[in-house]
């Protein structure tokens, strides 16, 4: 994995920087420094990050802490008067102040651009759940195997095709595959104000889907609160599910695994600001959900939530994922299950989806660079997980 900012060029994989092109040396604390920067951008790297990054915990001095500072700045073409590149954060840290990029790793072939006159059209329609809630899903028009999404917290068909948080996931995972995907009852162009939402009735919603978009036996890539949902569903019904991806997902809800106060928190700042542009509760729940995203990928989560549901909708679906429990069914789930989790994930931690892989019978556990709940794009950790989603559904 590369990364471009300024004119440099830091190249994980091989241990180079180039500067306007040309080979940089860095020693190997300084190139760490250097990641770590990256990895945080445009957050602030504080001194304690850095030294559990770079020395792995180690006590070191002040002076060697500003020594590598100074260090990287001459690396990457800055300077201590400057700071047009890394900036200092008097007694808190380090921030790399310019745009960070994917880039091509040093040597390797750029892979043009999809053309967007190429990229397949989506077709939208409606299946009836078992108590006759209509359940929007669509279906991209690419040739290949069908790939069902579930139904995250919130969604809206029609802007995540457009959005420039989502339509990197959509592509990804469509490319080759005939995506399928649906909008949460409640949610999206799904029916608004359904008249329950028990978790046997999102496991219904994804079944109806299934069923109408003729996708069994369906592979399954879910993330948060729908892995869960899809886990119910393999449980139930192992025939009509080949593999499983699951992202971010968890055993229990904050409710279920007794989160009562912290869960009834993040509900009130959803209805005191739900959709409000410039409202703190929003800011506040999308960087609990995304602290490592762009200002971009942060605007289309905040636009993205007054498009799916009002503040009682979204509180009403947040309080219902938070009594989900797949707990006593897992060992029932017989489908190879790819279980990939974020180290600092804020919304549902790691230790569950750990649990995950230590229950299922077929599963194999993969820890993701982040401490995005929703992996954006913009970061490492994106490539990472589609790429082992590629691996694992060739399987």
């Known amino acids: ?75 990457v073409g800055d300077s201590g008067k400057a700071q047009s590149v890394i900036r200092t954060i008097p007694r808190r840290g380090v921030q790399l102040v310019c745009p960070v ?26 299946a009836a759940s078992a108590d006759g809630t209509g359940i929007a899903y669509a279906v991209s028009d690419a040739e290949g195997p069908p790939l069902v999404r579930g139904a995250h917290w919130i969604s809206h068909l029609e802007h995540d095709w457009t959005s420039p948080l989502w339509r990197p996931w959509l592509d990804r995972l469509g490319a080759g595959r005939r995506l399928i995907r649906y909008d949460a009852r409640g949610t999206g162009l799904s029916e608004r104000h359904p008249p329950r939402r028990s978790q046997g009735d999102f496991v219904a919603d994804l079944a109806a889907v299934i069923a109408a978009a003729g996708a069994d036996p369906a592979d399954i890539f879910a993330v948060s609160q729908s892995a869960p949902v899809a886990l119910a569903f393999a449980a139930t019904h192992p025939d009509r599910v080949r593999r499983l991806v699951l992202v971010n997902g968890f055993v229990q809800g904050s409710y279920a695994r007794g989160e009562i106060d912290r869960t009834d928190a993040v509900i009130a700042m959803i209805r005191a600001g739900w959709g409000l542009p410039g409202s703190p509760f929003v800011k506040a729940v999308a960087t609990v959900f995304m602290p490592r995203a762009t200002e971009v990928e942060l605007a289309s989560f905040v636009e993205m939530q007054t498009r799916s549901a009002n503040s009682e909708e979204a509180a009403a679906m947040r309080r219902a994922v938070g009594h989900f429990d797949v707990s006593a069914i897992l060992e029932q789930v017989t489908a190879p299950v790819l279980v990939m989790a974020s180290v600092g994930d804020a919304v549902h931690p790691q230790a569950q989806s750990r649990q995950l892989a230590r229950t299922l019978p077929n599963a194999e556990f993969l820890s993701l660079d982040t401490d995005n709940h929703v992996i954006a794009p913009s970061e490492a950790a994106f490539a990472v997980m589609m790429d082992e989603t590629d691996r694992f559904l060739a399987g």
Not at 33 to 48: E, H, K, M, Q
Not at 101 to 126: C, K, M, N, S
Request: glycine content about 4%; proline content about 8%.
């Open 1 to 75: 994995m590369a990364y471009a900012f300024a004119d440099c060029v830091l190249d994980e994989t091989s241990h180079r920087l180039l500067r306007s092109g040309t080979p940089v040396h860095v020693e190997p604390q300084v190139f760490d420094l250097l990641i770590a920067l990256v990895r945080t951008a445009p957050g602030l790297l504080s001194y304690d990050d850095m030294i559990e990054r770079v020395w792995h915990g180690r006590i070191v001095s002040d002076a060697t802490l500003s020594a590598r500072i100074s260090s990287a700045r001459a690396a």
């Open 101 to 126: 990029h994917l880039a091509p790793g040093i040597g390797e072939r750029v892979t043009p651009a999809p053309d967007p006159r190429v990229i397949p059209r989506q077709t939208i329609r409606y």
